[in-house]
C-alpha cells in the first residue's frame, strides 16, 4: 500500500534563507512523487513531480526535490525563502494503475520578513 | 484557456439533504477526480472517471456518488447529509490517460457547510 508522510506541519524560516520540507513515502512499486502548493482559499497548484527520470527534480518557483530510494525520501528545498512562498504544502504519491494520488497532512510554510 | 471550474463555490445545508456538486474540467481532459479536504482528515480521494467510467474510489460511504458526462464534465452527489460531510471538495483534471504520472490541474473548490 502507498503511502505518504510529511514530517513537519509547520516550518518557520526567516525571507531570504532556505526553506527544507520533508517527505518519506511508502510504496510497493516504482511510486510517481509530486508537491504541490495551495495557498489560502486556492485550488492546488503543482511544484514539480518525479516520475522515474532523473533524481533531481526541477521546479517552479525556485523549488527543488531529491529522490532518494534508499532514504523513500523526496524532500523539497529552496535555497532562499520569498514572503509569497508562505502556503501550504503537500507531497504526493501515486501508483501506476491506481488512478488515485495519496496526499500528505500538508506542511504550512510559514515566512518570516 | 480555461481551468477547472467548480459550481457552486459556496453553499450551506442542512443535515438530510442532499448536494450536487458540478466540475468542467480544462478542454481536452478526460481524467476527472474528487478530493475530499477537511482540517481534520486532509485530503481524501473520493473518485476518478475517465471516459465516463470511474475506475477508483475511495473509502467513502455510499452516500457519496458521482459520473461523468460525454463532454467529461463532472457531478458528485452526496445523499442524507451528515455535519462531518463539511469539507472543500476539490476537482481535478488530467491530460493524460494515466493520470499517475501527469499533473492534476484543481479547481478552486465547492465549500459545503452542513448544519
Known amino acids: 500500500a502507498q503511502s505518504v508522510t510529511q514530517l513537519d506541519s509547520h516550518v518557520s524560516v526567516s525571507e531570504g534563507t532556505p526553506v527544507l520540507l520533508r517527505c518519506n513515502y511508502s510504496s510497493s512499486y516504482s511510486p510517481s512523487l509530486f508537491w504541490y502548493v495551495q495557498h489560502p482559499n486556492k485550488g492546488l497548484q503543482l511544484l514539480l513531480k518525479?516520475?522515474?527520470?532523473?533524481?533531481l527534480v526541477k521546479g517552479i518557483n525556485g523549488f527543488e526535490a531529491e529522490f532518494k530510494k534508499s532514504e523513500t525520501s523526496f524532500h523539497l528545498t529552496k535555497p532562499s525563502a520569498h514572503m509569497s512562498d508562505a502556503a501550504e504544502y503537500f507531497c504526493?504519491?501515486?501508483?501506476?494503475?491506481?488512478?488515485?494520488?495519496?496526499f500528505g497532512t500538508g506542511t504550512r510554510l510559514k515566512v518570516l520578513a | 484557456k480555461a481551468g477547472v471550474t467548480q459550481t457552486p463555490r459556496y453553499l450551506i445545508k442542512t443535515r438530510g439533504q442532499q448536494v450536487t456538486l458540478s466540475c468542467s474540467p480544462i478542454?481536452?481532459?478526460?481524467?476527472v477526480s474528487w478530493y475530499q479536504q477537511t482540517p481534520g482528515q486532509g485530503l481524501q480521494f473520493l473518485f476518478e472517471?475517465?471516459?465516463?467510467?470511474?475506475?477508483n474510489k475511495g473509502n467513502f460511504p455510499g452516500r457519496f456518488s458521482g459520473r461523468q458526462f460525454s463532454n467529461s464534465r463532472s457531478e458528485m452527489n452526496v445523499s442524507t447529509l451528515e455535519l462531518g460531510d463539511s469539507a472543500l471538495y476539490l476537482c481535478?483534471?488530467?491530460?493524460?490517460?494515466?493520470?499517475?504520472?501527469?499533473?492534476?490541474?484543481f479547481g478552486e473548490g465547492s465549500r459545503l457547510t452542513v448544519l
Open positions: 518525479y516520475t522515474s527520470a532523473a533524481t
Open positions: 472517471y475517465f471516459s465516463e467510467t470511474q475506475r
Open positions: 481535478a483534471s488530467s491530460l493524460v490517460q494515466n493520470p499517475n504520472t501527469g499533473e492534476l490541474f
Open positions: 478542454s481536452g481532459h478526460r481524467s
Open positions: 504526493v504519491v501515486s501508483e501506476t494503475g491506481t488512478y488515485k494520488y495519496i
